[in-house]
């Protein structure tokens, strides 16, 4: 099975700072691989396909890159909006494997 | 729009049988790969499984597998996960959800809100 490890495990922010999410696989995945948002209490929200690809109606802001092993996720300007824990997850093979997760609070 | 509802969580003893069901609408449910995702308390997601839009293949994550079987209706627009041998770390939030891109839907999206499953004697 391919794991996931996601860095840093948590990190505390303040609105309008970059924040930059990596996340490794064990092996070479090409571009399968997809971020979401988890609000408390609330379901997974798809943010980025396909490494790059923005889900549609997802903000601006939000991007993602990399592929074979090492990806990021950005937040360009974070928003009170944007504070939640944030999953990457491999789609290359099966069965699919997310990360540990990144918390994203306020500092 | 676009609705998944789970239904069929709550408490079990451990070694009984559960099934989960997810009532789809708003969109073409029989052309569309389903997932479950479950979430146990305070944890992370961990995939469960994964049903072809016909259901002519699945996929079971290592530590269901052989227990867990996904299945569905295209009739009635429901997705159905029925869990045996149930263990206390089966305790989680499960997630239906609808798979993207035709083989091996690979991206999720949307979640349902959840139902949550307790093993416990």
């Known amino acids: 099975d391919i794991q996931m490890t996601q860095s840093p495990s948590s990190v505390s922010a303040s609105v309008g700072d970059r924040v930059t999410i990596t996340c490794r696989a064990s092996?070479?995945?090409?571009?399968?691989l997809a971020w979401f948002q988890q609000k408390p209490g609330k379901a997974p929200k798809l943010l980025i396909f396909?490494?790059?690809s923005l889900q549609s109606g997802v903000p601006s802001r939000f991007s993602g890159s990399g592929s074979g092993t090492d990806f990021t996720l950005t937040i360009s300007s974070l928003q009170p909006e944007d504070f939640a824990t944030y999953y990457c997850?491999?789609?290359?093979?099966?069965?699919?494997?997310f990360g540990p997760g990144t918390k994203v609070d306020i500092k | 729009q676009l609705q998944l509802v789970e239904s069929g969580g709550g408490v079990v003893q451990p070694g009984r049988s559960l099934r989960l069901s997810c009532a789809a609408s708003?969109?073409?449910?029989?052309?569309?790969?389903m997932h479950w995702v479950r979430q146990a308390p305070g944890k992370g997601l961990e995939w469960v499984a994964v049903?072809?839009?016909?259901?002519?293949?699945?996929y079971y994550g290592d530590s269901v597998k052989g227990r867990f079987t996904i299945s569905r209706d295209n009739a009635k627009d429901i997705l159905y996960l029925q869990m045996n041998s149930l263990r206390i770390e089966d305790t989680a939030v499960y997630y239906c959800?609808?798979?993207?891109?035709?083989?091996?839907?690979?991206?999720?999206?949307?979640w349902g809100q959840g139902t949550l499953v307790t093993v416990s004697s």
């Open positions: 959800a609808r798979g993207v891109v035709v083989n091996p839907w690979p991206w999720i999206d949307p």
């Open positions: 708003g969109f073409g449910f029989s052309s569309s790969g």
């Open positions: 049903i072809w839009s016909d259901g002519s293949n699945k």
């Open positions: 092996q070479g995945i090409s571009n399968w």
């Open positions: 396909a490494a790059s």
């Open positions: 997850q491999q789609a290359d093979s099966f069965p699919f494997t």
